[in-house]
């Protein structure tokens, strides 16, 4: 509720969200996007906003870069990165955050890239404008990026425009975009999402290496449980633009509390269940636009109660494991 | 909101149902039932043009000579990476696009590309269902018209059809009376998916051709059409042909898979066969890039490194050995073929045919048509006579 006392304490965390709701706005309709998601993520750590299509997952990311439309989109609550207050911050201290502290990467890696110019001239470029070292060190940096990345030829492809690569080197040359200034937090939204199995393990297991190397923190968008266990410290389920359950992979997996997700992870499915009836979740996703002021998930749940009307509480398992459901209580 | 989106699939089939359908679940029937669908030989290359001139400089592969077939009441679960020809084939079985090479030959009757008449009852008796719920139905029409679209041009009557239309939507899990007159921009993606089943479904087809019909729905979306799918095989004893990317759900929903990769089938076999013995190099790379699902055994290698080649000029020899840890020097050369797997039996009676060298003669042995549940690989490392008798072993 109240902003505590920024920083201080034994560990500080390096993301802290507090109440960050996020509305869209047109004439006729207004989209709840976000409502009221508060989390921490200490340095170093990796999680996953898991969720379906328009839970408000990538809103989410986005809004703690604050890269969501200014004119039509709505953002309150707190966030803070390293200490500062990003709601408060200029356009231009904001754009320096964005490339030195904050690295991003998306589904889609056109859109990270420039089409005009080559992919080793736009990694330079970077360097050279945040970190202000000449051409030839950010050139030679840019070469061991994209050696880090596992690009075959880097010096080659150096000089390649980014459509005159594959599928996953474009990826690659993404994240090595994103890694050129050392970040200390990664925003990944859905970066493998658009990629073929073979190559889906490849960039996954390239993150996680880098992660642990680097030392950066995460935070991972994915609508994908199997890609979430691959690489979650922690997992955050998100539906109707809250997080309904936040805790440790391991945890969520075996332990799943919420009634959403454990329905996620029933109709997840693998081959064991074969020959026997999927346990869906029936009806669809909630309207964004008509949000229920209690449970979002009520609706679809088959333990509802009237108690579900009212906004249900977020409750603590263990310091770890939260749960936002009546039944927890 | 979303009516009873479970898996209800309790309509009546009433008059004219029996379709000459016969009856399902005979998937794993044995493999004395004639093929319903039987390919052979398919092949599409599209040209790629290039230059001033325009000329054709190159060639995609796209389907480079498939063999398969379908039995009555299988499903039959098409799994490959994007460009490995899955969907081009799927066109190419419907008759959207059209073969360079290859049979096709329908519950017993070869179909012919240019005589009107026949495909038009072969596309009455096949049917598609899309990736894109929203672009496979025309915006315009509320979706009750777009279900009765196919039966009058068929010559059923307006009334009838109109009947038919609302037996469908309780079929597929859809309340009539909430949806009919709703357009498609008004339904989410599942129900959208579940109209285009209707549709699909409208003109009694005895086959259904699932072009990666689930794959953009969600998870919790996703499983409520697998399992209206499964319960309408049942009910009105369809057959399958069930292309994903996803191979969680082509072993969920398939009696018999088939791989492919850069237009060619490198395995084919029971679902048992295929995800707990498989022969093939990929096909075990494809199945170990599935994330593990559990946080204490995480993958720690990947199966493969770099992206899949172009299909445009595919390697020669086995298209795979680029990226194959096993490819040996008759691996560039030779081209293998569809073959049983070595020391065959693989648990499903595989039938042992071909013998050392039979693949060789491609017209004269049945080797490669009657292959019934058998298990068979396109590798020179696996199969029993892959061809050339180059292979070691």
């Known amino acids: 509720m109240h902003n505590p006392a920024h920083a201080g304490t034994a560990r500080s965390p390096l993301v802290r969200a507090e109440d960050v709701t996020v509305r869209f706005e047109s004439r006729d309709a207004t989209v709840q996007a976000v409502n009221s998601v508060s989390f921490t993520l200490d340095p170093g750590e990796v999680l996953c906003i898991l969720g379906e299509s328009g839970s408000g997952k990538s809103v989410t990311l986005r809004a703690l870069m604050r890269l969501l439309p200014p004119r039509r989109s709505f953002l309150t609550g707190r966030i803070e990165i390293g200490g500062r207050d990003v709601l408060a911050m200029s356009e231009r201290a904001l754009a320096d955050l964005r490339g030195t502290e904050v690295g991003m ?46 690009i075959p030829s880097p010096a080659r492809r150096l000089r390649a425009y980014p459509h005159e690569l594959s599928g996953g080197m474009r990826q690659r040359a993404m994240i090595a975009l994103a890694l050129s200034c050392r970040p200390s937090l990664l925003l990944a939204d859905e970066p493998t999402t658009a990629l073929d199995a073979t190559v889906q393990i490849q960039i996954l297991l390239l993150l996680r290496e880098l992660q642990r190397e680097l030392g950066m923190a995460v935070i991972f968008v994915t609508h994908d449980v199997g890609v979430a266990v691959e690489i979650a410290d922690r997992i955050a389920v998100m539906y109707g633009g809250r997080f309904v359950e936040t805790g440790p992979v391991g945890q969520i997996m075996r332990d799943p509390r919420h009634p959403y997700t454990r329905g996620l992870l029933t109709s997840t499915v693998h081959g064991s269940l074969r020959g026997t009836l999927l346990e869906a979740i029936p009806g669809s996703p909630p309207d964004m636009t008509r949000l229920p002021p209690g449970c979002a998930f009520a609706p679809r749940c088959r333990y ?16 770890r494991h939260m749960v936002r459901c009546v039944r927890a209580a | 909101m979303s009516g009873g989106a479970d898996t209800r699939a309790g309509g009546t089939r009433s008059e004219g ?6 009856q399902g679940g005979g998937a794993r029937s044995g493999s004395a039932a004639p093929p319903l669908l039987e390919v052979r030989d398919l092949r599409k290359h ?23 077939h379908v039995r009555p009441g299988e499903v039959l679960g098409i799994v ?69 679209f196919g039966p009058k041009v068929h010559g059923v009557s307006a009334g009838a059809a109109r009947e038919r239309a609302r037996e469908l939507f309780t079929l597929v899990g859809l309340d009539p009376a909430q949806f009919i007159r709703r357009y498609p921009h008004e339904l989410s993606g599942g129900q959208r998916q579940r109209v285009n089943i209707a549709r699909a479904l409208a003109l009694e087809p005895r086959l259904l051709i699932l072009d990666e019909a689930v794959s953009a729905l969600d998870k919790s979306v996703e499983a409520q059409v697998l399992n209206l799918l499964l319960a309408l095989r049942r009910e009105l004893g369809l057959t399958y042909v069930f292309i994903s990317h ?52 995480r993958t720690e290698r990947p199966p493969l490194t770099g992206d899949p080649p172009n299909p445009i000029n595919p390697p020669p020899g086995c298209r795979f050995h680029t990226r194959c840890r096993f490819a040996d020097d008759v691996c560039r050369r030779a081209e293998p073929r569809l073959a049983p797997v070595q020391g065959a039996g693989g648990g499903t009676g595989g039938d042992g045919r071909g013998g050392r060298d039979g693949g060789n003669d491609r017209n004269g042995g049945n080797g490669r048509n009657d292959t019934g549940g058998s298990h068979l690989v396109a590798c020179h490392m696996r199969a029993v006579g892959s061809g050339h008798g180059l292979a070691p072993g």
């Not at chain 2, 149902?17 to 016969?22: D, E, M, S, T, V």
């Not at chain 2, 179909?111 to 072969?122: F, K, M």
């Not at chain 2, 269902?129 to 029409?141: I, K």
Request: charged share 25%.
């Open chain 2, 46 to 68: 599209f040209p790629v043009r290039g230059g001033i001139l325009n000329r054709t400089v190159a060639w995609v592969k796209a389907v480079d000579d498939v063999d398969l």
């Open chain 2, 17 to 22: 149902a029996q379709g000459a359908g016969p």
């Open chain 1, 105 to 150: 990467i998306f589904q889609e890696p056109m859109v990270a890239f420039d089409p005009v110019y080559s992919v080793g001239r736009q990694i330079t470029e970077t360097i050279v404008r945040h970190e202000g070292v000449g051409r030839p060190e950010a050139t030679r940096r840019a070469l061991d990026l994209l050696e880090r990345v596992r």
């Open chain 2, 80 to 148: 490959g990476e994007s460009g490995c020809g899955k969907s081009t084939t799927a066109r190419l079985l419907m008759h959207l696009i059209r073969a360079d090479a290859g049979r096709v030959t329908f519950d017993g009757a070869l179909v012919q590309a240019d005589d009107a008449a026949g495909l038009r009852e072969v596309r009455r008796q096949m049917q598609m269902v899309f990736q894109d719920s929203y672009s496979s139905l025309n915006p315009r029409l509320p979706i009750e018209e777009t279900i009765m």
């Open chain 1, 304 to 319: 509802a109660e009237p108690r579900c009307e009212a906004p249900p509480p977020a409750v603590d398992l263990s310091p």
């Open chain 2, 246 to 297: 996803d191979l969680n759900v082509v072993q969920y929903m398939s009696d018999r898979v088939l791989v492919m990769y850069l237009g060619k089938v490198v395995e084919i076999g029971p679902t048992a066969d295929i995800y707990e013995r498989m022969q093939h190099p990929y096909t075990e790379a494809l199945l170990s890039a599935m994330p593990s699902m559990d946080p204490d055994r």
